[in-house]
């Protein structure tokens, strides 16, 4: 059976399964009603005249705020016709010489007049540039008309110079005194044209593909996966003639197709609005971002599902997934809201925020300042962020399938550990790229960071199939080998990337020996943690690891330093006998056991095994 | 489809052995019971012999073929219900049937008929469109059992496919697993019902504590195991209106002679007491001249041949002792 044959009948099964009869034809029913939705919310918004649509168009910078509007068109603006006309009585109050109200119309009136009558006093005082000396006379002239009385020439008493010299400032002031200081009384209505109704609809598709293929699409097929491994329905999928990797495939391509049939219309909503009001192909790019995203995250998903559901009840997974999918999504919009020429890399890191990125691009969100890195050029970290995700997303499924199919006692090859390693170390450096004078915030915290990929990758790489883990032969030095060599690889790179000399962790061998023993223990608790059973205990014993961990890397990074800085730090090799001689004794005990407990831990009878080869 | 285990093996922790040094050979067409107690290693076996679990130690032989990894062709043939009656709740039967069809790749124009083949087999059209979770245990095993079958698989391995079923579902399976031994497949059967077992079965292999304790034609173990066990039955007419002794008058000689009453009835006018009765047909001969010197109106005496229950009791006590 070809390739595509075997994927189209191994995946048939799971999507009949997943759209069988009214569950399928309620699926439908909603898809269009969400559809629907979007096409409403996003025409309510545009148009809408209610406060909650004015706050959101002003927050996605499609309208200025009220203040700023009635400034620029020296006018007030009323939420009714009652209110107009209430306006409207207290501006011919005041300009008959009436007494001022002291409620909320006249208030407002007041500020605005006030505002106005600042604006012509300042702008009567002082030089004007010959351009605007027409209009200084003029605004000398209003003043004089609304007050009664001529301008006094003794000085502005406090009130700063008139700025000729800001084009919108002076726009204003031409207003005022064309409008002879009279402001204009407004009804409000949405200041967006009809046709942008369109482009919040597919801003609001856009959003709800993001939401489905990044939050909805992982929680469900990591929920459906704890499902099938908590009740034990994997063993008769494993015993069918599905092989490993269809197997695989199919169980992905179920809850797949749910979120599927509910974001085809947001997506085609999507890209007819970015193909009439925006631009087609950043829009193009969201939906790449956004599968590449959701590919990545559903394999995580799974393979959280996999391994948790076992132990922990789906719906345990479920909310564990949407919790963290959650804060992480929330995360990457902020991070797309506020991107600078800084934290642009990071879109490379986090799918979320890229997606937010891109759809913010499609519909030219945020043109009107810097927000969403409108301006910024981000073609790169999404480009390389999605190709990333992608590759991730098919390393997943080949563990996937070899731990459904229990074809093989690791989950990862060497090669695809490998690749898996060096398409981490490009994602990270292009999140945190090199810094031209701080080197170490380059290569020393993406070492840190790079850690907790590296780790994963390892447990994938230890042998954990169906082999009881008192028989488990866990190469432990080939493997803490391969995950330095990883390590010594990124530094390498990073060497490449960088000025001679400025990677200091190389020249000083106290540092050299805590980054050793920071990657080696960071390998054995993660072989740790994937191959021997976890007590209470063993957790806890795990928690202080973690701990001499970060201890060990705030070492390295202090020892990674200049010699003259050492010196002037006066830096002690346990850093903590600098709080108590104590402490330091515990912290030089601890840097012994911590590693040789984990390796007692790996040290298991051989006697029957078979070895643990792929 | 021919088995042969070699020497198989398997444990979970690395120190007990679920089972262990099994060598066992099932002829192809045959159906064997594999029976003992709780925890005895008949599940863990099973699971190997379906490919959905990989042995510590040993190998397993299909037709001569050892399984390659993730052998999906294998599988095609291989019918197997485990144990813990895993199914979507939310499921039909028909839908049930129909998913697992296409997990098997049975082709589309004979999906629909073998689908409606199995829910008729099984008395599940009536519940063709209900939910699983609302079925009763039986039919939920129904359903199971009929999910193994649908494929026509060459080797059909069941884990007490009995348990759940009531009397008239017990002797559907039986007639359905005749029919498809009739057709050439292999089944391989674990229960703890040994009368289930009995006349269904002709080949045998008991296990005890992870070991295989004996196998082979099941005539032949039940020939090789009753010599040590001699159970009579005995027919005798009620006492006449003049007096006499009737069945309590031979129980007490029995019990003189060493014998062991295992049970008593009345049946087409006559009292019957079944009896054991050790050290041979002699001793019998001497209770029986004992009863008709004592007046006792025996009418039959016939030797009660040894079942598949007594054979397993008896090793199990031997294993005990």
């Not at chain 1, 598709?205 to 459906?224: D, E, F, I, N, R």
Request: aromatic content about 6%; proline content about 5%.
């Amino acid at each position: 059976m070809s390739r595509p044959l075997s994927i189209r009948s191994a995946a048939r099964p799971f999507v009949a399964r997943a759209l069988r009869g009214p569950r399928g034809r309620r699926l439908f029913g909603l898809s269009v009603l969400l559809a629907a939705l979007s096409a409403v919310l996003g025409t309510w918004l545009t148009l809408g005249t209610g406060e909650f649509e004015r706050e959101l168009r002003v927050a996605l910078e499609l309208e200025q705020s009220r203040y700023r509007q009635e400034e620029a068109g020296f006018m007030l603006i009323a939420d009714s016709a009652e209110e107009a006309a209430q306006l409207r009585r207290e501006v011919a109050k005041r300009f008959a010489g009436g007494e001022t109200g002291y409620d909320e119309v006249a208030f407002r009136v007041n500020n605005a007049l006030d505002a106005a009558e600042t604006r012509l006093v300042r702008a009567a005082h002082g030089d004007a540039p010959r351009t605007h000396r027409k209009l200084q006379q003029e605004a000398r002239l209003a003043y004089e008309a609304w007050s009664k009385y001529p301008l006094l020439t003794t000085g502005l008493h406090g009130l700063p110079d008139y700025n000729w010299y800001d084009a919108d400032e002076v726009a204003i002031l031409q207003v005022v005194v064309d409008r002879g200081m009279s402001p204009r009384i407004e009804e409000y209505a949405s200041p967006l044209p009809p046709s942008d109704a369109l482009k919040l609809t597919g801003v609001l598709a856009g959003g709800a593909l993001l939401l489905l293929l990044l939050l909805a699409a992982p929680v469900l097929a990591g929920t459906q996966m704890a499902q099938e491994t908590h009740e034990n329905t994997l063993q008769p999928l494993a015993g069918s003639a599905l092989r490993a990797h269809e197997l695989a495939i199919g169980l992905t391509a179920g809850p797949l197709a749910v979120v599927g049939v509910l974001a085809a219309p947001q997506l085609l909503l999507m890209l007819a609005a970015a193909a009439a009001v925006g631009h087609l192909g950043a829009a193009l790019a969201f939906v790449a971002v956004v599968l590449a995203g959701g590919a990545f995250l559903v394999m995580l998903g799974q393979l959280a599902g996999l391994a948790l559901g076992k132990v922990r009840s789906p719906g345990l997974v479920g909310g564990g997934l949407a919790a963290i999918l959650g804060v992480l999504g929330g995360v990457g919009v902020a991070l797309a809201a506020e991107l600078s020429e800084r934290t642009a890399g990071t879109l490379a890191l986090l799918p979320q925020a890229a997606a937010s990125h891109s759809l913010a691009q499609a519909f030219g969100l945020g043109e009107a300042s810097r927000g969403f890195g409108a301006s910024l050029d981000t073609t790169a970290p999404v480009v390389i962020g999605a190709a990333g995700m992608l590759t991730f997303a098919f390393l997943g499924l080949r563990a996937l399938a070899r731990r459904v199919g229990n074809t093989s006692l690791v989950s990862l090859r060497r090669g695809e550990a490998l690749v898996g390693a060096i398409v981490a170390m490009v994602l990270v450096t292009t999140a945190n790229p090199p810094h031209p004078w701080r080197a170490e915030e380059f290569y020393l915290l993406n070492l840190g960071l790079l850690t907790i990929p590296l780790a994963i990758l390892l447990m994938m790489r230890a042998p954990t199939g169906d082999v009881p883990p008192a028989l488990r032969r866990t190469p432990v030095a080939a493997l803490v080998g391969e995950f330095v060599g990883w390590a010594g690889l990124y530094l390498l790179l990073a060497g490449m990337l960088l000025t001679e000399g400025s990677m200091w962790l190389l020249w000083n061998p106290v540092a050299l020996l805590y980054a050793g023993w920071f990657l080696g223990v960071a390998a054995l608790l993660a072989l740790r943690v994937a191959v021997a059973p976890m007590t209470f205990a063993s957790r806890a014993w795990a928690g202080v690891c973690a701990a001499m961990l970060a201890v060990a890397f705030g070492h390295m990074i202090m020892w990674a330093r200049p010699g003259e800085e050492l010196l002037w730090r006066d830096a002690h090799v346990f850093g903590f006998t600098a709080l108590s001689p104590l402490l330091g004794l515990v912290q030089a005990l601890l840097t012994v056991a911590v590693p040789w407990t984990l390796l007692r831990a790996l040290r298991r009878p051989a006697s029957v095994a078979p070895a643990a080869g792929e | 489809m021919r088995i042969d285990l070699r020497n198989l093996g398997k444990t979970y922790d690395g120190d007990r052995w679920a089972i262990r040094g099994l060598d066992l050979t099932v002829p192809s067409g045959s159906i064997c019971g594999l029976i003992g107690p709780n925890g005895a290693g008949k599940s863990t076996t099973l699971r190997m012999l379906a490919t959905v679990m990989r042995p510590t130690e040993g190998e397993i032989r299909f037709d001569g073929r050892a399984p390659e990894i993730d052998d999906a062709d294998l599988r095609r043939a291989i019918g197997f219900l485990g144990d813990g009656n895993p199914l979507y709740k939310h499921m039909s039967p028909a839908e049930y049937l129909r998913f697992f069809g296409e997990c098997f790749r049975i082709p589309d124009k004979e999906l629909g008929a073998a689908v409606e083949d199995m829910l008729v087999t099984f008395d599940l059209v009536d519940k063709r469109d209900a939910p699983a979770g609302s079925l009763s245990k039986g039919m939920r095993q129904r359903l199971l059992i009929a999910r193994c079958l649908l494929h026509r698989p060459r080797l059909l391995i069941l884990d007490e496919p009995a348990d759940g079923l009531d009397p008239r579902g017990r002797s559907d399976l039986r007639a359905i697993l005749q029919r498809t031994r009739e057709r050439g497949t292999t089944v391989l059967i674990s229960s703890h019902i040994l009368r289930e077992l009995d006349d269904l079965c002709d080949q045998l292999a008991i296990l005890q504590q992870g070991k295989l304790v004996v196998a082979g034609d099941v005539g032949d173990i039940i020939e090789r195991y009753e010599v040590r066990r001699f159970v009579y039955e005995l027919r005798i007419l009620p006492p006449t209106r003049e007096g006499g002794p009737g069945s309590e008058r031979a129980r007490e000689l029995l019990i003189e002679h060493r014998g062991l009453v295992e049970a008593s009835g009345f049946e087409d006018g006559c009292e019957t007491l079944t009896a054991q009765i050790p050290g041979g047909e002699d001793r019998m001969a001497d209770a029986l001249a004992a009863l008709v010197a004592a007046g006792v109106r025996v009418v039959t005496c016939s030797r009660v041949r040894s079942r598949l229950e007594d054979v397993y009791n008896r090793l199990s006590e031997d294993r005990v002792n």
